[in-house]
């Protein structure tokens, strides 16, 4: 699987943006897509995932209630909705793919994603 991230920018704080992530290879609609970052001189954070059948959804704490995650499988799609951004929010977005063997429990790490996309710069200005 080969993933492309696109979409970030630079935006005010308040403000939104979505994220697209495009992956090419079979099987698309068994692998869980994931969203993580990391921001300047931080460790890289677990964002949202989305698993593959049941589509079963997990966010971050820092992003619940204000991010969403959905994804296309026909179009072979991935998207993260960014909305009432924050500054802390600042940072390059990974998507990442799992595959369906991999345990839900462990879906919020990053060890449990095999495929990276080269990362989209979210800068948020306050």
């Known amino acids: 699987v080969q993933l492309q991230a696109s979409g970030g920018g630079l935006v005010q704080a308040g403000g939104s943006l979505r994220l697209s992530c495009a992956a090419s290879?079979?099987?698309?609609?068994?692998?869980?897509m994931g969203w993580f970052r990391q921001a300047p001189e931080k460790e890289s954070e677990f964002v949202a995932y989305i698993r593959g059948g049941s589509g079963t959804i997990n966010y971050a704490d820092s992003v619940k209630g204000r991010f969403v995650i959905s994804r296309d499988n026909v179009k072979n799609m991935v998207y993260l909705q960014m909305n009432s951004l924050e500054a802390e929010d600042t940072a390059v977005y990974y998507c990442?793919?799992?595959?369906?063997?991999?345990?839900?429990?462990?879906?919020?790490?990053?060890?449990?994603?095999?495929?990276w996309g080269q990362g989209t710069l979210v800068t948020v200005s306050s």
């Open positions: 290879g079979r099987s698309f609609n068994t692998y869980t």
């Open positions: 990442a793919a799992a595959s369906r063997s991999s345990i839900l429990s462990s879906l919020t790490s990053r060890a449990s994603y095999s495929y």
